[in-house]
């Protein structure tokens, strides 16, 4: 006897379809914003751990040197005459296990003191990882910028999104002495009579890069002068200092900034949400909240003789 069996085809219908994909939808869009918040903190991680190996850097050359490093040098005869025109941080070289490199730039100065003539060497265009915050991926690569005087040529900068403290200034006062790298300092920790926990040194400030304005601000090795014709000081900005031309009548205090904005050059900010991470002359790094702004001239300087609320960090 044959029996008829029939056998049903299993399957979906189009409104579980639409489920389906609704509910992979909703669950995208609540794991990306999770994973942008992982990538910010592990950027802000990354940045501070910078800073501290920095801040490390700065205890062995004063251990050695007995005074932090100069934040910048404005004339051919500097106080250190094998680095003249440089910023603070092709000093730490040799403390970041860069020694090789910190020669090169030696004998780079000894060929000619002026920094844009010995950059042909390629010490300049390098990139220094550590120097820039993964935060803003433009200091992975140097950036091209095309000399006024030489214009059929082309000059590349390696960044740096960390800056040197020079203190309290103002447009008409910007070679400051009251903080910690300011130009020709050659300041030691007995200097720093506010301790070393409430003195601010280095802060974050994203490189600011517009060929058709100014040299790009920001750059690890020159710390005055980058361009033979304009002389931008791109060293240590301070935390109040008032830009140039355009922005001259604001002063410039610490808040959030953008990067195509060429005010926000000349006050600390950075790409972390809601303020921006500084390095402290006892080695410690913090994270200072843009509402920290009120007692950033006291963390700015070295002997204010200020009192400090510790709220902030």
């Known amino acids: 006897m044959v029996t008829n069996i029939k056998f049903r085809r299993s399957g979906i219908s189009l409104i579980e379809v639409l489920v389906v994909i609704s509910i992979i939808g909703i669950l995208i869009s609540l794991l990306i914003p999770a994973v942008q918040k992982i990538r910010a903190a592990a950027a802000r991680s990354s940045c501070q751990n910078n800073l501290r190996q920095m801040g490390l850097a700065m205890m062995m050359f004063h251990d050695a040197k007995n005074n932090f490093p100069p934040g910048s040098a404005s004339e051919e005869f500097s106080i250190n005459e094998e680095l003249p025109f440089l910023s603070y941080l092709p000093h730490l070289l040799p403390y970041l296990e860069q020694e090789a490199l910190y020669n090169q730039a030696v004998k780079a100065c000894i060929l000619s003191r002026y920094v844009p003539n010995n950059n042909p060497p390629h ?51 910007s070679w400051s002495k009251t903080g910690v ?133």
Request: hydrophobic residues 35%.
């Open 181 to 313: 790298l300011y130009n020709y300092s050659k300041v030691r920790i007995l200097d720093i009579t506010d301790g070393t926990s409430n003195t601010a040194m280095v802060g974050e400030r994203p490189p600011f890069i517009n060929p058709e304005i100014t040299p790009p601000y920001g750059t690890w090795y020159a710390g005055t002068y980058v361009n033979p014709l304009l002389g931008v000081r791109n060293r240590c900005e301070s935390w109040i200092q008032k830009c140039p031309f355009i922005c001259e009548q604001n002063a410039q205090h610490f808040k959030d900034g953008k990067l195509d904005n060429f005010c926000d050059a000349f006050h600390f900010w950075s790409l972390h949400s809601g303020g921006a991470n500084f390095l402290f002359a006892d080695g410690s790094v913090h994270f200072l909240p843009y509402a920290a702004d009120s007692i950033m001239p006291a963390l700015a300087t070295r002997a204010g003789g200020e009192t400090i609320s510790g709220e902030f960090y």
């Open 123 to 173: 010490i300049g265009n390098l990139v220094i990882k550590m120097f820039g915050c993964p935060a803003d991926n433009r200091v992975s690569e140097p950036t091209l910028f095309p000399l006024y005087s030489l214009e059929s040529d082309v000059n590349r900068y390696g960044l740096t999104s960390y800056l040197g403290i020079v203190g309290l200034a103002t447009y008409f006062t």
